[in-house]
C-alpha cells in the first residue's frame, strides 16, 4: 500500500482572483500625514498671531509714563515668533509634497527630503518655543537671587496670550515628532 501524497496549496499560492483586494499600504499613511500636516500648522499659525499681536500698556503714576509690553522687547520671543513663522511656511509649502504622496505611494525620494526638512525645522520649532518657555516661566516666577520680580502680576494679559502660545507650538513639536515616526514607518514598507 502506497500512499499518494498530493501537494496543497500553501497560503502563498493562492491564486490572485481568491485574495483580498490589494490597496496601496502607504496610500492610508499618505493621508494621515497630509492631516498632521494641517494640525501643525495651524498650531504653530496660532501662536504666531498670538505673540506677535500681543501687547499690554500698564500707566504709572501718571498718565503720561507708561509701561509697555510687547514680544519686540525680548529677542527670544522674537525668535519665537520669527521660527513659529517659518515652521508655518515650512508646513503649508510641504502640503504640496503630502498631497503628491498620496497618489503616488512609491515615492521614497521626496519622502526621505521630508524627513530631512522635518527634523530641520523640529529642531528650529524646538529651540523656539523652549527658550519662549524659559522666558515666560521666569515672567511668572521671577528669579528672588537675580533679584528679578514676577512680571505676570502686572502683565497678566500678555503673560496669558504668550503662555497660551505655548501650547500650540508645543503641539506643533509633537505633530512633527510623530510625521517623521510615519514617514519613516511608510519607508520601511517599500
Not at 107 to 117: D, E, G, M, W, Y
Request: proline content about 4%; charged content about 10%.
Amino acid at each position: 500500500m502506497t500512499k499518494k501524497i498530493v501537494p496543497q496549496e500553501s497560503p502563498a499560492q493562492v491564486s490572485e482572483e481568491d485574495a483580498p483586494p490589494k490597496t496601496a499600504p502607504g496610500k492610508g499613511l499618505s493621508i494621515v500625514d497630509f492631516v498632521m500636516r494641517i494640525v501643525a500648522a495651524i498650531a504653530t499659525l496660532g501662536s504666531t498671531i498670538a505673540v506677535g499681536t500681543t501687547n499690554q500698556t500698564l500707566p504709572m503714576f501718571t498718565q503720561f509714563i507708561r509701561f509697555k509690553a510687547r514680544y519686540q522687547d525680548l529677542p527670544t520671543f522674537t525668535f519665537f515668533v520669527v521660527t513659529n513663522g517659518i515652521a508655518t511656511a515650512y508646513l503649508v509649502l510641504s502640503l504640496v509634497l503630502s498631497i503628491l504622496h498620496i497618489f503616488m505611494t512609491g515615492a521614497k525620494v521626496t519622502r526621505t527630503v521630508l524627513i530631512i526638512l522635518d527634523m530641520i525645522i523640529l529642531a528650529l520649532l524646538t529651540a523656539g518655543a523652549s527658550s519662549a518657555a524659559a522666558i515666560v516661566h521666569l515672567a511668572h516666577t521671577g528669579n528672588v537671587e537675580a533679584n528679578w520680580s514676577a512680571i505676570c502680576q502686572q502683565y497678566n494679559s500678555f503673560c496669558e496670550r504668550v503662555s497660551g502660545s505655548l501650547v500650540g507650538s508645543f503641539l506643533g513639536i509633537l505633530v512633527l515628532m510623530l510625521l517623521i515616526i510615519l514617514s519613516a514607518i511608510a519607508l520601511s514598507r517599500k
